[in-house]
């Protein structure tokens, strides 16, 4: 039987932060709101409120690799802000891959809405939802594979 899960993901850019929580089963990620960035104190503040109406346990943060696979640039800021954030929130942190997840928040959103995009923060937060739907699915699957029975 698998343990409650209270998880934010987060889409960090230079800008904004999307935000997504989970449901208590860790079964659906939902984009949650976007914090337009101001200063490190202003986004730890946003997400502390966030994390304690919550009672997030972790933070699952989008890692931008490069089409190669490769940590470039952007990667290395992401990782630098994510580490200070943790620190700051006392809260541990995980990483998922989160290549493309800009593009395919855009192309959901485009057919949920039938017409172009072009509010950023509603990009950041679909993003966001789906970085922490893709953790929430890989963790499913090792959880499953620790439960298999031996044979």
């Keep these: 039987m698998q343990s409650k899960i209270s998880a934010l993901g987060l ?3 230079k800008k904004r932060i999307g935000v997504a929580g989970c449901d208590g089963t860790g079964l659906i990620a939902t984009g949650l709101t976007t914090i337009v960035r101001t200063s ?11 994390i304690q109406e919550r009672q997030a346990q972790i ?9 190669n696979g490769e940590l470039g640039f952007q990667a290395k800021q992401v990782q630098k802000i994510s580490h200070r954030l943790a620190q700051a929130l006392n809260l541990p942190l995980e990483y998922i891959d989160e290549r493309l997840t800009s593009i ?26 789906l970085i922490l739907q893709r953790w929430l699915d890989a963790r499913r699957a090792a959880l499953q594979v620790l439960d298999a029975p031996i044979t």
């Design 40 to 50: 490190f104190v202003a986004d730890v503040a946003s997400l502390q409120a966030i």
């Design 59 to 67: 933070l699952v943060i989008g890692l931008p690799y490069t089409m």
């Design 104 to 129: 395919e928040a855009e192309q959901l959103i485009g057919k949920q809405q039938k017409s172009p995009i072009y509010d950023k923060g509603i990009i950041d937060r679909q993003a966001a939802a």
């Design 11 to 13: 889409d960090i850019g």
